[in-house]
């Protein structure tokens, strides 16, 4: 029954286009459709239909439609998304954690089997909500669902969607979502809360309300066929109508422990580091992003590329003292491990957890003696005793 129903998704919206009499649409899933048959081994069904479109090409042509040409702002002719390719690229491993993963793995069963959920008559929402700090992961989901589905990932580009022209930025919206109703594939909005705040706040002006009320008819309007990804860094800036049309929500936030060392662990080869220097390299990180990590981990490759040696803990503390300037005294540890000098630094790693920052290890991580980081440590011990 499964297998009968792989391709259903795909014949529900050409014929969906069909009735609505959407002709780009039923294109577009046709010819998607037939990417999907020959991927699966039925090459000559691919074939059969494939001509059936390059027959009818003549005639299968909308008015004012561009088959899977990007939507664009009609007075700037600025393009309001961009297709990007979600297979293939090189990037850091998803670290999620198991209540995460859980969450992220019903989406995709649901958007997997949704032609099996409409024949049994229960309707679906395909739409996803991701919000957290930066650099925690949500265009990394965004690709990863991309990628999972086998369809072409659209992000859309929020400054060319919001214009300066009255009324612009709303139909600019609808130009993206009837984009999204036609083309097979994943509609990504990051940055969510550039179009979607709080309709109450007195500071934004009347413009700016009437595009929220834009974007939930035109999420209303789409149905539960397109898949839509949104993502925001402040998530108490959305209107709470709009946390109604998202039924599947993440939140994303700073990496755990555990989540830091898995994710030293899978951006850090070919960088031999062994198992107690990885304990050291997850704490040290403590308020670091996966992106943070990954972009550490980018730095030090190019440093072994180019120096020819692999680097140690001293050089790697260094990048990551580094990238924890300017990070304020809300995050603590980072402010410290950006600003203390080598003594100090040595007392309040040893301060933290002694177990884990012995001398010896203190000497490797700061490229001292352990008789050094001993003098450092029970200087400070006999300084605050005084």
Not at 16 to 40: H, P, Q, T
Not at 215 to 234: C, E, K, M, P, R
């Amino acid at each position: 029954m499964k297998d009968d129903l792989r391709f259903m998704d795909e014949l529900f919206r050409i014929v969906n286009g069909a009735l609505r009499l959407d002709i780009g649409k039923v294109r577009n899933y046709s010819s998607f459709l037939a990417d999907k048959l020959e991927k699966a081994g039925e090459v000559t069904a691919a074939k059969r239909l494939r001509r059936l479109l390059e027959e009818t090409d003549q005639t299968l042509k909308p008015v004012g439609v561009t088959s899977r040409a990007l939507p664009v702002d009609s007075e700037s002719r600025f393009p309001l998304m961009e297709r990007v390719e979600a297979r293939g690229i090189e990037e850091a491993p998803l670290v999620l954690a198991e209540a995460q993963w859980d969450i992220l793995k019903e989406f995709l069963s649901v958007a997997k089997s949704h032609a099996q959920l409409e024949s049994h008559g229960v309707s679906t929402s395909l739409t996803f909500l991701l919000y957290g700090p930066p650099g925690c992961g949500k265009s990394r989901v965004a690709r990863h669902i991309a990628d999972e589905l086998g369809l072409e990932l659209y992000i859309v580009r929020l400054d060319g969607v919001i214009s300066s022209y009255l009324g612009s930025t709303s139909k600019n919206i609808r130009g993206v979502f009837e984009f999204a109703a036609r083309t097979p594939g994943v509609l990504f909005l990051d940055e969510f809360d550039a179009i979607a705040k709080l309709r109450g706040d007195e500071q934004e002006h009347g413009e700016l309300k009437r595009v929220v009320n834009s974007f939930i008819q035109n999420l209303d309007a789409l149905g539960s066929q397109s898949i839509v990804l949104a993502a925001t860094n402040h998530a108490e800036l959305l209107d709470r109508a709009i946390w109604r049309r998202f039924s599947y929500r993440l939140e994303l936030s700073l990496p755990s422990l555990g989540e830091r060392a898995a994710l030293w662990e899978g951006s850090l080869s070919p960088i031999h580091c062994p198992p107690r220097d990885m304990r050291l390299l997850a704490d040290l990180s403590d308020g670091f992003s996966g992106s943070d990590i990954h972009e550490a981990c980018l730095r030090l490759h190019r440093t072994r590329i180019t120096t020819g040696q692999n680097p140690g803990l001293p050089e790697i503390l260094s990048v990551l003292r580094n990238f924890a300037s300017g990070e304020g005294v809300e995050r603590k540890f980072l402010a410290q491990l950006a600003s203390a000098s080598p003594q100090d630094l040595a007392r309040a790693l040893r301060a933290r957890n002694a177990k884990l920052y012995s001398h010896a290890a203190l000497g490797a991580v700061l490229g001292i003696s352990k008789a050094t980081a001993y003098r450092w440590t029970m200087e400070g011990e006999s300084n605050h005793a005084n």
